[in-house]
């Protein structure tokens, strides 16, 4: 009895000290957000949140977020849109090759970001799209349309095929069908892949330092150049302010598609 | 076009003033040779199909899983394209229209209902789909529910539904676009058995109300028996025979449909000659057998059918010429016992089934003398006349 | 209502039924019912399969296009140039010869610098994957088997760091590895030493930072992957007399190295190819392909040389995906013997 009792303290310990090791940084991060210094020191000597105010008059963190809001929005939008016909193909059709195309729509999931950014920067260079909203949206658009196709063909999958036939049936052309009976069965696949490639687009760091330059930088770039120079405590206001931000809005729609789906059922 | 003096589904017309021709009218929906092959399997899933279904008639596809029949139901339907073959519909040539043109109602095997939408407008869907005026709409959907007995739950979510009311609401759904020729896959194999019973007599009183043509697809005999006016038994992408339930299962053309529809002891033997409408077949153990049926040539192996309900049994009596076996097992089930019986010494084993309380039970080993009408044996033809179809 | 009228449907539709009644056909072969009559199918009916309606491959190519297009345009081109860049040349002040040779090859794989760069990358991933399973392995097993009731929010806090931008998490690991972080600082305030320890700007700092970041990916790849694990196994084991120790070695261990053996790719791969961790912490000290990469093409403008290690990195990628789909094989094939395994 002894023993276990021993060995299950061990246990508690040994996984406090990993989820500690583990969150440790997040934890640095919130308790010097608060810190009245100008440059990083621990422990924090005073409660302030003059760092906050910093983020907010920090030219290039405002304008990084609007580039990472307005590119995420971007590429979420065009990510859906292309994505969206090709699960629907995926999962509804038969033709020859399905499995290769397959493959194809995930194989970016494979390729090191630090490669992609640089193939990027080789061919949106000379056009030239670099350091523009659209080549920002352009190099992103690869790395989240896999995210949607798969997403939305899980809920594609998860739908009754037999209720579009039972559509058709009733008079419903291919585009009636889509829009009225796919379309609501497979929304909450749809809104997490667009919330996946949003988060993922405003978050990418690596393809981004290739594709942007002065005038267009999204806010992780900013905020890499600005933590290789300088260390203050503003970067950490800034993070927990996003992961407030990206909280919110995982618990919006978690909470708008779960309102919906007991409206369904309830 | 103006549907004012259409028939509404709560209301069924009056007979028309048109001659009404009970048999023999010209058929609604005609299947004509239909084929489907499905690329890189070998073997056609349906491989010749014809049948014809007269207007407001309920016709039964009955068959094995796997025979081909819903990818029969499929091809009416529109959703499988056939490999070749027509399907007419009023006389009109439907085989290129696209789904959503066809005018048919489908009642699929999983109901396939829209779940984000209430009872209500599932049924106002194909409605909506044909711009029905709003009033007009309302109406329909509401004699709709009414005929289906949910008139009540027209505001409830599909998730909310016992499958008994989700069967209806797909009935309804598919009866008030008012369909040329009216589809049921499997209508009843999601529901529980009492259920079923009532449910089958539902959908033939709605068939009955509403006057719709009907194809119904069915792998279980007693449904197709008891609610279709005519039977289609399909086997191996064929259809092996078509006719009334009593046809189908009085006699049955193939030894398929004898074994398929109800029980059946089936024995071979040689025919030996005619008398009258009976051929005279030579059968172990049994002697010669005059069996109804189409005619056997003499010298030729003809397979004579016996249901086992259709034999009598009792005790062994000294009589010359009976046929005598002996009893080996007797299965007690309730309204019957089913016995297996030994012809003879080392005769054929029949099956024979008797209704209890109206005899003694015979136990294992009784010596029994076997019985029948005049026109309980039937003759059948053998499975190789799987080949006859396609000539 | 007298239901069971003849033939009610002929006053349902009136324009109807003289169009029908006029197609003297229509009592097609089925349609006499001769009693026991076995129907004679007219075998292959008389229309062709011509092209009828839409193909279901045009629609299917259609509803692909755009997808394809946008993978076209902005994945597997833009690959095909780096593979294209890779066979130019350099010349001075960033001046790019256009040929078709391996002169940069050879230049980059003669050069003791770059594969001193290939030696720490891999040095690093395998440093930094053995570290993340050994701390992410006790976490993933006590989540895939607790029954507590604060499991779900366990699992949530296990892989909450995802949410936060590796930015900001290398960040947090700058302020606690530094000469003035949290580390150091306890240390000298506890008089354990008299120099700062060297945890930052350095390969410790960067695979420290690494393990932590990557853990959550590991946690997660291991959870899904423990799938086998079956608690009744191992209190059958246990039933049968093995001691915890013998449980675990026979059990637990060979149960879950398929889950542990898709992390470690994971983590593998993802330090690899790391990029901001090791630029962060590693203050311009440590030379990884990664940062090699993007000072290649961004500083030095030598897009050859960068294409170039793109694609040795893209070699490497491709070296142990092959080698953990062998041993994902090899593991499979233990567990449902050598025969099934093939089929």
Known sequence: MNVSRLSRAARSVVLTVLYLFLLAPIIIVLVESFDNATYLRFPPEGFTLDAYRQVFANEAFREGFQVSGVTAAATALLAVLTGVPAALALTRLRFRGRSAVEAAFLSPLLVPHIVLGLALLLILAPIPLTDTYWGLILAHLGVTVPYVVRTVSASLVSADPRAEEAARTLGAGGFTTFWRITLPAIRPGLFSGGVIAFLLSFDETVISLFVSGQNTVPLPVAVLQYVEYRSDPSVASLSVLLVLLSVVVVVLVERGLGLRRTLRSG | MADAPARTPSAPAAPAGDTPSPEGSAAHLVLDGLVKTYPGKDGAAVRGVDLAVERGRMLAVLGPSGCGKSTTLRMIAGLVEPTAGRVRVGGRDITDAPVHRRDMGVVFQSYALFPHLDVARNVAFGLEMRKTPKADLKRKVAEALELVRLGHLAGRRIAQLSGGQQQRVALARALVVEPAVLLLDEPLSNLDAQLRAAMRDEICRIQRETGVTTVFVTHDQQEALSMADRVAVMNHGRIEQTGSPEDIYERPARSFVARFVGRANLLPGTAEGQDGDHTLVALDGLGRVPAAGEPVARGGTATVMLRPHRIALSPAAGGTGAVRGTVLSAGYAGETVAYRVRVGDDGPLLDVERPTGTQEPFGPGAEVELTWDHAAPRLVSDEDGDSEGSR | ?343
């Open chain 3, 1 to 343: 209502m007298t239901a069971d009228s003849p033939d009610p449907a002929h006053a349902r539709t009136p324009p109807d039924p003289p169009a029908s009644a006029g197609t003297p056909e229509s009592p097609g072969p089925a349609a006499t019912p001769g009693s026991g009559g076995a129907p004679h199918p007219s075998a292959a009916g008389p229309a062709p399969a011509a092209t009828r309606r839409r193909s279901p491959g045009r629609v299917a190519f259609a509803l692909l296009l755009p997808g394809l297009l946008a993978l076209l345009l902005t994945y597997a081109l833009p690959l095909v140039w780096v593979l294209r860049m890779s066979l130019n040349e350099a010349e001075d002040g960033g001046v790019i010869r256009q040929t078709l040779s391996v002169a940069t090859f050879t230049h980059v794989l003669g050069s003791s610098h770059y594969w001193n760069v290939i030696g720490q990358t891999l040095e690093l991933g395998v440093l930094v994957t053995l570290c993340t399973l050994v701390v992410s392995y006790p976490v993933a097993l006590f989540l895939a088997r607790t029954t507590s009731r604060w499991r779900s929010l366990l699992v949530a806090l296990a892989v909450a760091p995802l949410l936060i931008s590796s930015v900001a998490r290398t960040f947090g690991w700058m302020a606690i590895l530094g000469t003035q972080g949290v580390v150091n600082k306890t240390l000298d305030g506890l008089g354990l030493t008299d120099t700062p320890l060297h945890l930052a700007n350095n390969l410790t700092g960067v695979v420290i930072a690494s393990t932590e970041i990557y853990m959550p990916f590991a946690i997660l790849a291991m959870i899904s992957g423990f799938g086998r694990l079956d608690p009744a196994l191992e209190h059958a084991a246990a039933a049968l007399g093995a001691p915890r120790r013998t449980v675990f070695r026979r059990i637990v261990l060979p149960l879950t190295l398929p889950g542990v053996l898709t992390a470690a790719l994971l983590v593998f791969v993802l330090s690899l190819s790391g990029y901001v961790t090791p630029r962060l912490i590693g203050g311009g000290r440590v030379f990884v392909l990664a940062t090699e990469i993007y000072d290649e093409a961004i500083t030095a403008l030598n897009w050859p040389v960068a294409a170039v290690l793109s694609v040795l990195l893209l070699a490497v990628f491709g070296v142990v995906i092959s080698l953990y789909l062998w041993a994902q094989k090899a593991l499979e094939a233990r567990f449902t013997g050598p025969g099934e395994a093939r089929s």
